[in-house]
């Protein structure tokens, strides 16, 4: 019999494109040996995560992502929640699709439809950790502060107009009105601690975001870390600089820049600051926050 994959789409990321590639990615799939159950998201609220997690029921040993951060943080909270039942979940398929796809940047998956079933056919896997906040999961980023809310405010039509710059041109516009907030940091062991007025803080499983591809640059999948980035308060000029020493991936080295790796942090702070989850709308402070140590299997390229 041939295996049974679930392939979840959204038909609305980065400018609808797949919907065009759509039937090709099912012939390749069946000619790979794969039966395919599709299932196109809708805005239900959980429509997206109860679909990952009823794959295994219905006989799914794949279940496929296919849009945007967003969708991909959907469908790896259905499969976790099938981990947290004591269940192994289907492995992760990844077809890139959004406006941002900062997960499968670090994972070398190409943006061509094409190629991405291909791979997925040919069977190469990986075993990646998951971050865990909660009863949440996420594959990439906990965020928190400065340009955090960014994606969840920026329209549809522009993302499809203008792709990743609508991002910043928002982003630009909370800049002279955002005041730092106090924020204290600290590990279960007590082996580090961080306190002081913040523009922005990061926990991240991935090296990148927001296009900035070595914000962690010590960061592995699958090294049982999380890498904590915290950018403290400063002025405008020093600001600048800093942004520029992002870009170059020389920011570790700031003084107005703190980081650190470590399974688990406790964060508290204001809980009417806007935090981020894999460009979804986060939970409020405080956070408990730990890593999901070979949480998910995932295909890969070689």
Partial sequence: MPKRMKLIYNPEAGVGAFRRHLDRAIAIFQEGGWQVLAHRTREA?????DAAQS??????SAVVAVGGDGTLHQVVNGLMRLSQQGKEPPKLGII???????????????RDVEACCQIIVQGKTRVIDVG????????NVASGGLMTDVSHKVAQPLKHNIGKLAYY??????????????????TPDGGFAYSGETLLFL??????????TTLAPSARLDDGQLDLLVFRACSIS?????FVRVLQGEH??????????????????SPEMETDLDGEVGPSLPWEIRVCQAGLTVFSPS
């Fill in 252 to 269: 570790i080295r700031s003084p107005l820049v703190t980081y650190h790796q470590a399974a688990a942090f406790r964060l508290s702070g």
């Fill in 96 to 110: 890139p699709a959004g406006t941002a796809n900062d997960l499968a940047s670090f994972l070398r998956l190409p």
């Fill in 132 to 139: 865990r906040l909660g009863s949440r999961f996420f594959l």
């Fill in 55 to 60: 794959a295994l029921a219905e006989g799914c």
């Fill in 203 to 212: 926990v991240m499983n991935g090296a990148g975001a927001g296009s900035f």
């Fill in 238 to 242: 020093e600001f600048v600089g800093l």
């Fill in 169 to 186: 041109l928002k982003a630009l516009e909370q800049l002279p009105e955002f005041r730092p907030f106090e924020l204290i940091v600290e």
């Fill in 45 to 49: 609220p959980g429509d997206t995560a």
